[in-house]
Structure formats: structure tokens, C-alpha cells
């Protein structure tokens, strides 16, 4: 039976299964992706902008179809789920306008004259696996640079978003994109593992756990295969001070419960200077309680179900871990009861090193909130974690909030705002959030070949003897 199906987490309901693909299938795209790249290539780089052009402009055109989908596939509200699909279209859009002049040549001011040129080339055929949280953001943030510069993509898809995954694929057949040139593949962890490791793959990138993270690393390094992981996140919200703590919480909830907390960019642990602790737990604690989850596909919705079953378990198991040992939990700290993978939101204070909610991501919606004396406590706590993707620092003095982020080991830092996102800003993190960058240029410079070519300047001619 296969492993791709679409599971409403609302229901339970499985609404419907897909085939997976077979080793001869596998062998089919790797030979086609291949062939496809020679063509792509050579492809004017116009003519690619044209085409993702018009994969934004379908994205838009589509948005409540495309919605719908990942509404009923892994529960994102209707209007968080619009919300992804208008990101997408605007990464498509920045790549089709600011990608040519990311890949003109660049001259080097080179030690003893003539003539040296970095030219910005596509290295082949790429694998992509992406996970199920926002399933058209995070292709695109992959895809999009990536077919700009002339490679090309097999995307293998999170099992529980399959329809997903073909609407994406049938979108770039709408707008044009040669075949073969991005190719959706039902395929499984052995057969992904053996694609890493085939020679007509040149890179892969993957979003996703550190678990998957760790073993897609380990094939391709062995087979000298480019990377990018983008990986869990433990991201710290520090509190210095507040001139207005309404709008500091109000961002706090926010920045812990959209997309009912499933993002690794989502604010997970709280760090408040002990002289606004007290107010600021009492009032996120009362604006998360009131959070009420419901039915996604109404669009008075503002929180949905957890993406599955499994989900809500390993977050509950996580929570009572920290109770046991003695953590205390203001609200929610379990499944809502009836069908569906519903979770209450939840707010836990007394956390300590030995609990799992101390060094674990928590994939869901539940505050981790801490109290400490000081902006150096608050740098030390945050920095504890294993984690270094994004963070958030408040205070009423941007210049404090901008010295504190300073010191943060992680890979972006925002100010007075919870960590976001948008196609001109670099994504990604240090320590075991991953390896790479994803957006911007910089989305343009990991799977490419940075070519050197030199003319050197010409030797005087000798005299005639």
C-alpha cells in the first residue's frame, strides 16, 4: 500500500491514496532530469524569466484552489493558507525580475591586468525533499533560484501532501517549463538515497528534521554531492524591557501559534527580564487561552489542527515529560477531545535542562517561557540551545535590542518583530538548524558553478635581434 495519501487531520478521514513510485520509475526521471538539463540550460535566461513570470501569475490566479488543498491536506487555515500561496507567487515573481542580474558576469580587478570574469553557470539535475508545513513555500524556495539558473528539479514531496505536490508540478506544465525540466517523484527514503548517490545528481536540498537532516548529509557527502539542509529551530523571543506590552505580547502569540506553531521559524521560547515577567505570563497566558481551535476551512478560523495524529501525540508526549518533572503548564497542555488532531494551546513556565521541552523543538502550539535577570542571562539561555535558526529581540531601545542580537548565534535576528519572511532576505541558520542559504542572491549561489575565466594580458613582443 502506498505511503503517499491524503489524511484530513480535521477528520481523519484518508480522502485519497497515490500511487509511489517504482525503481523503474525512479531510473526513468533520473534518466529524463538528466536530459532535460542540457536543453534547460541552454534555455535563454529571458526566455526562463518568462516562465516563472507566469508560474506567479498562476499562483495567484489559483490562489483558492491552491489553498483549499493544503487546507484539507495538513489543516492551515484558509486564510494562513492564502497567505502562503500570495508568498509564493511574490518568490517566483522576484526570481523572474532579479535573477538575470544575479547571474550576470562579474569582473574580477585581477593582479597583472588582462582580462578575469566569474561567470554564474547550473551544475545539473537537483533533488528536492520538502516537507509538509507550508508546502508550496518551501519548494519554491528551493525551485525557484534553481530552474532560474538552468537546473533541474526532482521534488520528492512529504507523504501527506500529495495533491499538493501535483498541483505544484501541473502549474509549471501551465506555464510552460519544458518537461523533464521539474518532475514530482512519490519515492521513498531508500529510493531517494540511492538518487543522492547516483552521478547524474549533482546537489540536493532538504527541509526537515535534524534526523533527516543528519542522513541526507552523511549520502551526500560520501558521494561529494552539494547541499543545503534547512533544518528544526529552537528560536528564543527576548523581552528586555517594554514600553507597551499588549503589542510585545500580542507579536509574542502570534509569532508562537500561526500555523498552529508547525514552522521552525516560529518563536519558541520565551526570555523575559525578571522586571516584566509576571505581566508579560498573565498575558499570554490569557491571549493563547483564548485561542480556540476549529475547523480550518472556515475563515473565521485562526487556529487548525496539528498536521496529524502522530504530531499531536509526540507534542503531547513532550508536555507531559515537563509535568512530570515538574513544569507548570498556565493553559491547554493537551489534545482537544474528538476527531481530529487538535491541540490546546499551551503555556509552560519552569522548565528545566533535564525536561525534553528544554533542548527539543516543539512542533506545535506550546510557549516555553523563561525568566531571567539580565540581557547576559538572556544571550546565555538562548545560545544553550542546540538550535540556531532566527530570533526576535524586544525592547524599547532598538540600539539595545540590536547590541543583544549581536550576540545571538543564529542565522537572522529581528527586531522588535517575530522572525518572517520574504524573497529579498536570506534564509536559513547555524549550529543544527542547517547548512546553506535559501532566498535572495544568496538562494542563487549553492547549487551553481562559480566559473573563472581568465585572459591574461598580452606579453609585450620582443625586438627583433
Known amino acids: ?45 529571458t526566455e ?4 516563472l513570470a507566469k508560474v506567479a501569475a498562476l499562483y495567484s490566479e489559483r490562489k483558492e484552489e491552491l489553498a483549499a488543498i493544503i487546507t484539507l491536506e495538513m489543516g492551515k487555515p484558509v486564510r494562513e493558507a492564502q497567505g502562503e500561496v500570495e508568498l509564493v507567487a511574490s518568490i517566483y515573481s522576484y526570481y523572474a525580475t532579479q535573477g538575470p542580474r544575479f547571474m ?18 547550473p551544475i545539473g539535475s537537483l533533488v528536492g525533499i520538502m516537507p509538509w508545513n507550508y508546502p508550496y513555500y518551501q519548494v519554491a524556495r528551493f525551485a525557484a533560484p534553481n ?8 521534488l520528492k514531496h512529504a507523504e501527506n501532501c500529495p495533491q499538493s505536490a501535483l498541483a505544484i508540478e501541473q502549474i509549471f506544465k501551465d506555464a510552460g517549463l519544458p ?4 518532475i514530482n517523484i512519490f519515492a521513498s527514503k531508500e529510493q531517494i538515497a540511492d538518487m543522492i548517490a547516483d552521478p547524474r545528481i549533482q546537489g540536493v536540498s532538504l527541509t526537515g528534521s535534524e534526523r533527516a537532516g543528519s542522513a541526507v548529509g552523511e549520502i ?15 528560536d528564543p523571543f527576548i523581552v528586555l524591557d517594554s514600553d507597551d506590552m499588549d503589542s510585545t505580547v500580542k507579536a509574542a502569540v502570534a509569532g508562537r501559534m500561526g500555523n498552529a506553531g508547525q514552522a521552525c521559524t516560529a518563536s519558541k521560547r520565551f ?3 525578571e522586571d516584566y515577567y509576571q505581566e508579560f505570563v498573565e498575558k499570554f497566558t490569557a491571549r493563547a487561552a483564548a485561542l ?6 472556515d475563515p473565521a478560523t485562526r487556529m487548525g489542527p496539528l498536521s496529524s495524529q502522530s504530531a499531536a501525540d509526540g507534542l503531547g508526549e513532550q508536555i507531559d515529560d515537563a509535568v512530570a518533572k515538574g513544569a507548570t503548564v498556565h493553559t491547554g497542555g493537551g489534545r482537544v477531545d474528538g476527531p481530529g488532531s487538535y491541540f490546546t494551546p499551551t503555556v509552560l513556565t519552569g522548565v528545566t535542562p533535564d525536561m525534553r521541552a528544554y533542548s527539543e523543538e516543539l512542533f506545535g502550539p506550546a510557549a516555553v517561557i523563561y525568566k531571567v535577570a539580565n540581557a547576559d542571562e538572556a544571550v546565555d539561555l538562548a545560545n544553550a540551545s542546540p538550535f540556531g535558526l532566527g530570533g526576535s529581540v524586544f525592547s524599547a531601545s532598538a540600539d539595545k535590542a540590536k547590541e543583544v542580537a549581536s550576540r545571538l548565534d543564529t542565522g537572522m535576528v529581528w527586531i522588535n518583530s517575530v522572525t518572517g519572511t520574504q524573497a529579498d532576505l536570506p534564509f536559513g541558520g547555524v549550529k543544527r538548524s542547517g547548512v546553506g542559504r535559501e532566498l535572495a542572491k544568496f538562494g542563487m549561489n549553492e547549487f551553481v558553478n562559480k566559473k573563472l575565466i581568465r585572459q591574461p594580458a598580452a606579453r609585450p613582443a620582443r625586438p627583433a635581434s
Open 147 to 154: 530552474l532560474m539558473l538552468g537546473n533541474t528539479v526532482l
Open 220 to 234: 551526500a557527502g560520501r558521494n561529494l554531492k552539494r547541499y543545503v539542509l534547512e533544518l528544526g529551530g529552537s
Open 48 to 51: 526562463r524569466s518568462r516562465i
Open 179 to 182: 518537461e523533464d525540466a521539474y
Open 271 to 273: 526570555i523575559v527580564q
Open 292 to 297: 480556540q481551535p476549529g475547523d480550518p476551512s
Open 104 to 121: 550576470e558576469d562579474e569582473a574580477l580587478d585581477a593582479v597583472g591586468g588582462g582580462e578575469a570574469v566569474i561567470r554564474t553557470e
Open 1 to 45: 500500500m502506498s505511503s503517499y495519501k491524503s489524511v484530513n487531520p480535521a477528520t481523519g478521514e484518508t480522502v485519497q491514496e497515490f500511487h509511489s513510485a517504482t525503481d523503474a520509475d525512479i531510473e526513468s526521471t533520473l534518466q529524463r532530469s538528466h536530459a532535460a538539463f542540457a536543453s534547460w540550460r541552454a534555455t535563454e535566461v
